[in-house]
């Protein structure tokens, strides 16, 4: 039986296009149990849903989700937090318009809520992480895409169609590449694990020497953002130049996220934060250098803390400000 002191916990779906996370949480943050299993989106929604709910059910146990205070499931934009619906996100193929919120309070009979990932991921490290005691924060992923959350006065910043904070498609280079969102110069085109994959593969194929070529046996089709971090931090000439060019150009983002909200932390997670100092160094010398005077006094950019359970512990501020009518 899954309870808390309260009596009441929060059923937290993080639904990713590679993997599918479900835990009972309780509202101080307290993971009760927890259950996951690959997302397999390629097998359609019907498929990923019943998975879903199966997870729910192995979680918590049918006789026991009455005790639950709601479901929150932290999904892939674009999504419309108030209807609860998945709009067309780009890691989950054929997801166009589907009424999530609907067809999970129809078969569990919870009262569920649907939010941006990297909004719940936010608010996550807000309450629970590296946000804790401010009132100004914002997060930033950066992982196979860039994303974010921003939170203002305590409060999540959502933008009249739920979709503000997308950090990772503001323009940092008005000639740069061309963005999966139809932009160009987007941050997301120049500093995400596929950028920096996609500019290793390109040196490469030019004749660069480089160490990532051994390491992933020749295969181009191999190199990652994180095999290219991997080797950066072993020294290699050519992955270093490509992690400082991605950093630099989170740095840049970064002196506008800072002038436009004034934040006291900016928490930066995703893979590629496993770079370390290099990547957060180079980020703390251009906001250092380029950021507004007053903006950048007793700033933070700090790592993330809660690892992969941020989306997770983010569904219980998401549950407590929609069941108080947030």
């Known amino acids: 039986m899954i309870e ?64 639950a205070a709601g479901l929150v499931v932290a999904a892939p934009g674009p999504t419309d937090p108030w209807t609860g619906t998945i709009i067309n996100p780009p890691n989950l193929p054929g997801w166009v318009n589907v009424p999530l919120k609907k067809e999970l309070e129809a078969r569990l009979g919870l009262s569920t809520f649907v939010a941006n990932d990297a909004n719940a991921a936010a608010l996550g490290e807000y309450h629970f992480g590296a946000g804790r005691g401010t009132r100004h924060m914002i997060y930033v992923t950066v992982s196979t895409g860039i994303g974010g959350g921003i939170i203002v006065d305590g409060k999540l910043l959502l933008g009249k169609n739920g979709g503000a904070g997308e950090v990772g498609h503001m323009t940092i280079d008005m000639d740069g590449p061309r963005c999966a969102c139809g932009n160009v110069g987007c941050l997301e085109a120049m500093a995400s694990g596929t950028a920096i994959a996609r500019q290793a593969s390109e040196r490469l194929r030019a004749g660069v020497k480089s160490s990532i070529l051994d390491e992933v046996g020749g295969d181009l089709s191999l190199v990652t953002g994180m095999v290219v971090v991997q080797e950066a931090e072993k020294g290699d000439r050519l992955a270093t130049e490509i992690i400082t060019t991605a950093a630099t150009a989170v740095g840049v983002g970064m002196v506008n996220l800072v002038n436009l909200f004034d934040p006291e932390v900016i928490a930066i997670g995703g893979g590629i934060s496993n770079a370390g100092p290099l990547l957060f160094d180079p980020v703390r010398q251009i906001v250092n250098e380029r950021a507004m005077g007053i903006a950048k006094e007793g700033l933070r950019i700090v790592p993330t803390v809660l690892g992969d359970d941020v989306g997770l512990l983010g569904a219980v501020p998401v549950a407590i400000a929609a069941l108080n009518g947030g």
């Open 4 to 67: 808390d002191r309260k009596g009441k916990f929060v059923v937290a779906i993080d639904l990713g296009g590679t993997n599918l996370r479900v835990a009972a949480v309780t509202f101080d943050g307290q993971i009760l149990r927890r259950a996951s299993t690959p997302t397999r989106a390629a097998e359609g929604v019907a498929s990923v849903i019943n998975r879903m709910v199966r997870k729910a059910f192995e979680v918590i146990g049918a006789d026991h989700l009455k005790q």
